[in-house]
C-alpha cells in the first residue's frame, strides 16, 4: 500500500515508532508533505529517516493555504523554485497547497494567488499538485482550468459528487482517507463507492484525521488497511485487488517516484501490500 498523504516530520515527532508499524501493516511507500519553506527541511530529514528505515518515501513541497499570512507570494516562488532544482530528494509533487474557505475566509484573495503561482511551477516543472480544499472545490475548479493538463490528488476533499466528477475531468485524483470510517459519514462512503476506482487514492493524512477505531489519538499510516477494508467492504469488492489498484493509481500520478520502479516490474514493489 502506498500512503499519498502523510506529515512525517509530525509524526515521526509524535509516534517515533510509526515507521516499524506501518511496515508491518504492508505500507511499502508514502508521500510526506511540505507546508511552509521553513519546514521543508524538516519534512525531506523525516523522509531520509524512513528511506533509511526501508521505506520509499516521496517529498511534496509547497506552501500550505493556512500559512499564507507568513510569506510572500513573490518569495515563495523563488523558495519553491530553488528548491525543486536543489533538493537532496526527488520531489514528487508540488503541495500541500490548495484553498480553505472555512479556517480564514478572509484570506482567500491571498490565498488564490499563493495557490496560482504554485500551480504555475507544477506546470512548468511537470510535477503533480496535492491540493487542500475545504469547501473550495469550485474555486479549485476554476483555477485548475486555467492550467490545463495538469494532473494531481484532490486531498481530504469535502465537496459534491458533481464536483469530484469535474475535477476527475480536470485530471485530479481524490484522496480516500480514514473519514469515511466514522459512523455518521454516510455520504461520503456512497460518493466513494460511486466514483470511478482509476481516480481514487488512500492517504492518512497522518498523524491528523484519525478514523472511527483511533478518535483522539495520533493517526498513523499504519491504519491504512482500515480506511481500504472500509471502501472496499463499500464498494463490495476484494481488498487485495482494490489496494493493487490503489497503489497503481499512486504511481501513474507520481510517476517521477514511481517510474523506476515501474520499469523495474511494479509489483515487487507492491508485494507486501496484497
Ligand atoms: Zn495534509
Redesign the pocket.
Known amino acids: 500500500m502506498i500512503d499519498t498523504?502523510?506529515?512525517l516530520d509530525d509524526l515521526l515527532e509524535a509516534c517515533p515508532e510509526a515507521p516499524a508499524r506501518w511496515r508491518a501493516a504492508g505500507v511499502t511507500a508514502l508521500i510526506t508533505?511540505g507546508?511552509h519553506p521553513a519546514q521543508w527541511p524538516d519534512a525531506l530529514a523525516a523522509a531520509q529517516r524512513a528511506q533509511a528505515g526501508g521505506s520509499t518515501v516521496g517529498v511534496a513541497l509547497g506552501v500550505?493555504p493556512w500559512w499564507v499570512e507568513t510569506v510572500a507570494t513573490v518569495s515563495v516562488s523563488a523558495a519553491l523554485t530553488e528548491a525543486l532544482d536543489q533538493s537532496p530528494l526527488p520531489v514528487v509533487a508540488v503541495?500541500?497547497i490548495g484553498l480553505d474557505a472555512v479556517r480564514a475566509p478572509h484570506t482567500l484573495p491571498a490565498q488564490h494567488a499563493l495557490l496560482t503561482t504554485q500551480l504555475a511551477i507544477a506546470q512548468h516543472h511537470g510535477l503533480p499538485v496535492?491540493l487542500?480544499e475545504r469547501k473550495t472545490a469550485d474555486l479549485l475548479l476554476a483555477a485548475l482550468r486555467r492550467h490545463p493538463g495538469m494532473t494531481g490528488v484532490v486531498?481530504?476533499f469535502t465537496g459534491s459528487l458533481q464536483q469530484a466528477q469535474r475535477l476527475i475531468d480536470c485530471g485530479m485524483h481524490l484522496g480516500v482517507g480514514a473519514a469515511l470510517t466514522h459512523p455518521r459519514a454516510t455520504r461520503l462512503r456512497a460518493m466513494w463507492a460511486a466514483l470511478p476506482v482509476e481516480a481514487l487514492l488512500l492517504?492518512s493524512?497522518a498523524p491528523?484525521?484519525p478514523g472511527a477505531a483511533h478518535r483522539g489519538a495520533v493517526n498513523e499510516p499504519a491504519f491504512l488497511p482500515e480506511t481500504l477494508q472500509a471502501l472496499a467492504r463499500q464498494r463490495g469488492v476484494e481488498p487485495a485487488a482494490l489496494a493493487a489498484q490503489l497503489d497503481e493509481n499512486a504511481g501513474r500520478v507520481f510517476a517521477s517516484m514511481f517510474g523506476r520502479l515501474l520499469k523495474n516490474g511494479f509489483n515487487s514493489l507492491l508485494g507486501a501490500s496484497s
Do not use: L
Open positions: 498523504h502523510c506529515h508533505m507546508t500550505h503541495g500541500e496535492v487542500h486531498h481530504g492517504e493524512d491528523f484525521q
